[in-house]
């Protein structure tokens, strides 16, 4: 169950409108690293949680949050809209193509689609899908999504920061940039502590190593021009899980052979072998 304040986080008030940035800022709402995106992911880790009530309530904490960040977010797009030039953008573009350039950025569906509002979209006007989200129930591997999500989210925002020199957008961008920052924080402390108690960086770490192909465990294959990955850490010295040494190949080995696959049955009219 949630309860809806009125008041917002933290203020979501631009100094004027500005269609352009409105259509830029959807990106962070309803693209792939949107808060919408991480929105959906934290709150279904936290209903599928079967972990101690400690990570099930780290995940409602923060999905909780995202939630008022969507809605910054989708009131910041709708103050930049107010009284948006739509109709002096049409007068533009017979009268004056610089100009109509300059407006032609702004995404004509906040007037025809949304009225004024901002979409559940991405800033080309691609819906937000659920695929975007993962919740695999195994909170090590769903962890280190979460990480990645608030790493491209808190790139792209820091981005955005510098594509407008409103103080009223900036100042909302520098929270969230904040809250990014400590959600990465929070995230990789809870990957550590697994990894803690697992006593393993593996996903998953029960799987029996003895059914793995372990002569390739802690392989890396030259496969593309040049050795310059062998200077990496993970090319030599011992591996971070502490049970292999790692180890660089520069002629890549091969244990299967070339595939060859016997003619489909003449019902599907597949191209038959050559009887060359």
């Known amino acids: 169950m949630f309860y809806h304040f009125k008041e917002l986080q933290f203020e979501a008030k631009p100094s004027r409108p500005d269609p352009v940035f409105a259509r830029k800022l959807q990106e962070v709402l309803g693209g792939q690293y949107g808060e919408i995106s991480v929105m959906m992911q934290y709150l279904f880790q936290g209903f599928n ?8 309530d780290l995940l409602f904490d923060i999905g909780t949050e995202e939630i008022g960040h969507v809605e910054m977010l989708a009131t910041m797009i709708a103050r930049l809209l107010n009284d948006a030039p739509f109709e002096t953008q049409q007068n533009a573009y017979d009268t004056d193509p610089a100009l109509a350039a300059i407006l032609g950025g702004s995404n004509p569906q906040h007037a025809i689609v949304s009225g004024l509002g901002a979409m559940p979209a991405d800033s080309n006007g691609n819906r937000w899908t659920a695929n ?4 695999s129930g195994n909170l090590l ?3 280190r999504a ?6 491209q989210g808190r790139l792209q925002v820091t981005r955005l920061y510098n594509m407008t020199d409103d103080p009223g957008v900036r100042d909302m ?4 940039i904040a809250r990014d920052t400590y ?6 402390a809870a990957i550590r502590e697994l990894e803690e108690r697992e006593n393993d960086i593996v996903v998953p770490s029960t799987f029996p190593r003895s059914k793995e192909f372990q002569e390739v465990s802690y392989t890396l294959f030259n496969f593309s021009e040049g050795e310059e ?3 990496g850490r993970w090319a030599h010295g011992p591996s971070f899980d502490g049970r292999g040494e790692y180890k ?6 091969f244990w299967g052979s070339a595939p060859k696959l016997p003619p489909a049955p003449p019902l599907y009219y597949n191209t038959p072998p050559s009887k060359m």
């Open 229 to 231: 990955s062998k200077k």
């Open 183 to 188: 959600h990465q924080n929070q995230w990789f």
């Open 132 to 135: 975007f989200i993962i919740s």
């Open 248 to 253: 660089y190949v520069s002629e890549p080995v």
């Open 141 to 143: 591997a769903d962890f």
């Open 49 to 56: 949680s079967r972990a101690e009530p400690k990570y099930r």
């Open 173 to 176: 961008l520098s929270f969230l």
């Open 146 to 151: 979460n990480l990645t999500a608030e790493s």
